[in-house]
């Protein structure tokens, strides 16, 4: 399975103003998505899954704050993952992983009788 990850961070809750800063970013609204470029479903399109969730963000420090002019889902996304960390992303994808592996490869299947 070659599976690639696509983040999308660009919703997100922002305070006016906080600690003589304006546009403060506090919380992201992330989608994941994981598309297997291996494996398609019936109608020929590559298997996905996708997670999505929202991470609030530490703004008691904002030293290096990024001007909302600057602001980029690039940005939006480095700080999504660095509030997550590497073992619960790690983890997510793992979970996406195992979704399109039961698509591939299903362990249980629906049936309902003709009569």
């Known amino acids: 399975m ?3 990850y696509t ?4 919703n997100h809750d922002r305070y006016p103003t906080h600690n003589s800063k304006s546009n403060v970013v506090h919380t992201v609204h992330w989608r994941l998505t994981a598309v297997d470029g291996s494996n398609n479903d ?3 399109n590559p298997q996905s899954a996708y997670a999505y969730g929202t991470q609030a963000l530490d ?3 904002l030293s290096s704050f990024t001007n909302w002019s600057s602001l980029t889902s690039a940005n939006l996304q480095a700080w999504v993952e660095a509030a997550m960390g590497a073992e619960a992303i790690t983890a997510l994808k793992a979970n996406l992983d195992a ?3 039961e698509k591939v490869t299903p362990t249980s299947e629906f049936k309902t009788l003709s009569s």
């Open 99 to 101: 979704q399109i592996a």
């Open 59 to 61: 703004t008691s420090d």
């Open 42 to 44: 019936a109608e020929g």
């Open 7 to 10: 983040w999308d961070c660009k």
């Open 2 to 4: 070659a599976i690639s």
